[in-house]
């Protein structure tokens, strides 16, 4: 399974980015997928993740009312809408897909880097 993770770039603060995540391979049928963020000299956060059979989502408390995650199974894909962007939300952001975990503990499969830079 291959994520490709696409839709970084630079906003400045108050604004909004979409960052979309595609699996390819083979049979894809994932227990979750979501993301992940890493800030320069920091460790990986949990950022979101979305249940892909119910939808049930799951943020962490610092993004919770900003990012929105979503997905569309039939394009083996997801989504994280952020809005009320905020410097502190620098970082690579990291799609995550796993067969068997649904949030923070997600670790089977990984797509590269997508960098959101956030300015005052």
């Not at 049928?29 to 892909?52: D, H, L, Y």
């Not at 939300?89 to 880097?113: E, H, I, K, L, N």
Request: include cysteine; hydrophobic fraction near 40%.
């Amino acid at each position: 399974v291959q994520l490709q993770a696409f839709g970084g770039g630079l906003v400045q603060a108050g604004g909004s980015l979409r960052l979309s995540c595609a699996a390819s391979g083979r049979t894809f049928s994932p227990a979750a997928m979501g993301w992940f963020r890493r800030a320069a000299g920091k460790e990986r956060q949990f950022v979101a993740a979305i249940s892909w059979s119910t939808g049930t989502a799951y943020y962490t408390d610092s993004v919770k009312g900003r990012f929105t995650i979503s997905k569309d199974n039939a394009k083996n894909s997801v989504y994280l809408q952020m809005n009320s962007l905020k410097v502190e939300d620098t970082a690579d952001y990291y799609c995550a897909a796993d067969s068997f975990r649904f949030g923070p503990t997600m670790d089977q499969y990984w797509g590269q880097g997508t960098l959101v830079t956030v300015s005052s």
